[in-house]
Nanobody
Framework: VQLQACGGGLVQAGGSLRLSCAAS????????VGWFRQAPGKQRVFVAA????????YSSDVVKGRFTISRNNAIKTMYLQMNTLRPEDTAIYYC?????????????????WGQGTQVTVSS
């Protein structure tokens, strides 16, 4: 599976961005997918994940209520709608496909990763 993320950019605090991640290859529609982020000088952390059907969503407490993960299996694309952005949301955002149907925030269960897209939120 190859993943291509896009949609990052510079936005003011309180603004919104929508990240997209297009997948190629046979594995996508039966796997859970997720978004992670890595701020400068910090480790990569979990943001949100969604099951293959979209029925189960798991989000970190930091983004709950502000970020929404979704997917469209027909076009093998996943999304992260980010609202009410804060300067502390500044990071490189990575999309990832899990090795199975389980929805998880543990990065070791995601063997496929996109290249990352930069999100910068100014105060």
């Amino acid at each position: 599976v190859q993943l291509q993320a896009c949609g990052g950019g510079l936005v003011q605090a309180g603004g919104s961005l929508r990240l997209s991640c297009a997948a190629s290859g046979r594995t996508f529609s039966t796997q859970s997918v997720g978004w992670f982020r890595q701020a400068p000088g910090k480790q990569r952390v979990f943001v949100a994940a969604i099951s293959w059907s979209g029925a189960t969503i798991y989000s970190s407490d930091v983004v709950k209520g502000r970020f929404t993960i979704s997917r469209n299996n027909a076009i093998k694309t996943m999304y992260l709608q980010m609202n009410t952005l804060r300067p502390e949301d500044t990071a490189i955002y990575y999309c990832a496909v899990a090795n199975g149907p389980t929805v998880t925030g543990e990065s070791q269960y995601y063997p496929y990763w996109g290249q990352g897209t930069q999100v910068t939120v100014s105060s």
